[in-house]
């Protein structure tokens, strides 16, 4: 599991305008992406459709900072960290 980059400037100037993950799912299996803020509180949840190897989250609605995520596909968690900047 990864990202095409670890800081997201959502600024409309199309580069990193998006945080773009990209994970294994050898069985085409569905899950989800949890995002969090630094204290705690979850403040997306994405679905990954069976069959899915990226997804991407578009951050405007959040302010900037470190947030945590939990990518979950077939039963398996992958977590990390990403800024966003504004």
């Known amino acids: 599991t990864g990202l095409t980059s670890r800081f ?3 600024n409309g100037d199309g580069k990193n305008d ?3 993950f990209v994970f294994n ?3 085409d299996a569905g899950g989800m992406i949890r995002i969090f803020d630094v204290n705690g509180r979850q403040v997306q949840r994405l679905e990954i459709m069976p069959g899915m190897t ?3 989250w578009d951050p405007r609605g959040v302010m900037s900072g470190v947030y945590l995520f939990v990518v979950t596909v077939d ?3 992958n ?4 800024v966003v900047l504004r």
């Open 8 to 10: 997201v400037t959502p």
């Open 18 to 20: 998006y945080a773009v």
């Open 25 to 27: 799912n050898p069985r």
């Open 54 to 56: 990226s997804l991407e």
């Open 75 to 77: 039963d398996v968690n």
């Open 79 to 82: 977590s990390g960290a990403l």
